[in-house]
């Protein structure tokens, strides 16, 4: 019997025991209700933040498509590059052009550079330019401008093209006169074996090899570019993210009194935690959204003023793009939440009592 009296206590003393009951956890939509709320009521800081975002991702997704279109007018660099070149060699080795008898022979076809060039003298000239002559095939690409018949008496004659060296009497052409002379951006083309050794200086050639202090020197700028567009890219990360957070922060301390009233009604940590870090999503989203779009229109339209719009949208390939911009969208939503982590944390530790007490 005395067993069953003990037992008989300890379920009386069980019975008049209170006991804690679990704390309710809210589900996912009540915090991206509470988080919407927010983002309206406090529009002017989400505006922000939201502009620190799209800054820092647009600038991003611009120099990531400004190097796909780099890529895509490479060619285009490689013309122009080799125009200036050979023009650099006109200004130097040839004397002042205005007020000269200038004839252009084309033998076979003008490439993309020569013709670049001669588009430049045709421009340069109001008129003494002729295409052609010389029994020579025209070029078969229209430059405007030029004469459809050679000149009777050049002073200085271009020979461009693709093809053989032209038929043309250049012994008698360099002794006709002492400002005669003749410059060729035909690759390998040399001094014709009837040239007089004294007339050989005024003959000059355009299309030269590359030297290796030019090559080092490509080299070098190309080495200071890539180094520079990473160091432009990480401060812009870091930037980025420290806008971010300082944002966050604020957005903490703002809300100081809310967070020690929604642990009062029986928030939990992990309730606090989940409302920051679906707001720095949604924030990352929406800016990261927009920063894609803004740095990929800025980078077009800017290299379109450099190439034209045809080139570069003709160039441009749509599936790297697309990736590009895929990977901005996740780097604003990742740094987002990144820089929201800190914050979030700190929000989650507060002490309710000393969250109502705070005057900010």
């Not at 309730?271 to 990929?296: D, K, P, W, Y």
Request: hydrophobic share 45%; glycine share 10%; charged share 20%.
């Amino acid at each position: 019997m005395k067993p069953k009296s003990k037992n008989k206590a300890a379920n009386t003393a069980g019975k008049g025991r209170s006991t804690v009951p679990d704390q309710v956890k809210l589900p996912g939509s009540v915090a991206l209700g509470v988080v919407t709320q927010g983002l309206r009521i406090r529009l002017g800081r989400s505006a922000i933040t939201l502009t620190g975002i799209v800054c820092g991702i647009a600038f991003l997704m611009s120099i990531t498509t400004g190097q796909l279109i780099k890529k895509g007018v490479a060619s285009e660099d490689a013309v122009r590059e080799e125009a200036d070149r050979i023009q650099s060699f006109i200004r130097a080795d040839l004397p002042p052009l205005k007020d000269k008898q200038v004839q252009i022979i084309g033998s076979g076809v003008l490439s993309e550079t020569e013709t670049r060039v001669a588009e430049s003298l045709v421009d340069y000239f109001d008129a003494d330019l002729a295409i052609g002559g010389a029994g020579s095939p025209t070029p078969q690409r229209v430059i405007k401008g030029a004469a459809p018949t050679a000149h009777e008496s050049p002073e200085i004659v271009f020979v461009m093209g693709n093809g053989t060296v032209p038929d043309f009497d250049w012994s008698g052409f360099l002794d006709s006169g002492r400002a005669a002379m003749v410059a060729s951006t035909i690759p390998g083309m040399t001094v014709p074996d009837e040239i007089p050794e004294g007339s050989a200086r005024r003959f000059i050639t355009l299309s030269r090899k590359i030297s290796a202090e030019e090559q080092e020197r490509k080299e070098a700028d190309a080495k200071k570019d890539r180094f520079r567009s990473r160091w432009i890219v990480s401060i812009s990360i870091l930037v980025t993210v420290i806008g971010i957070t300082n944002a966050m922060l604020m957005s903490v301390t703002e809300r100081f009194r809310e967070i020690g009233t929604m642990k009062c009604l029986g928030a939990l940590s992990s309730f606090v935690t989940r409302i920051f870090v679906i707001e720095a999503s949604i924030l990352g989203f929406v800016g990261g959204l927009l920063g894609v779009l803004t740095g990929c229109a800025f980078s077009l339209a800017a290299y379109s003023f450099i190439y034209g719009a045809g080139l570069v949208f003709s160039s441009l390939p749509v599936g790297a793009l697309l990736l590009y911009g895929i990977g901005g969208l996740a780097a604003g939503i990742f740094l987002s939440i990144i820089s929201a982590i800190y914050p979030a944390h700190i929000a989650a530790s507060m002490v309710p009592a000393t969250a109502l007490r705070s005057t900010v």
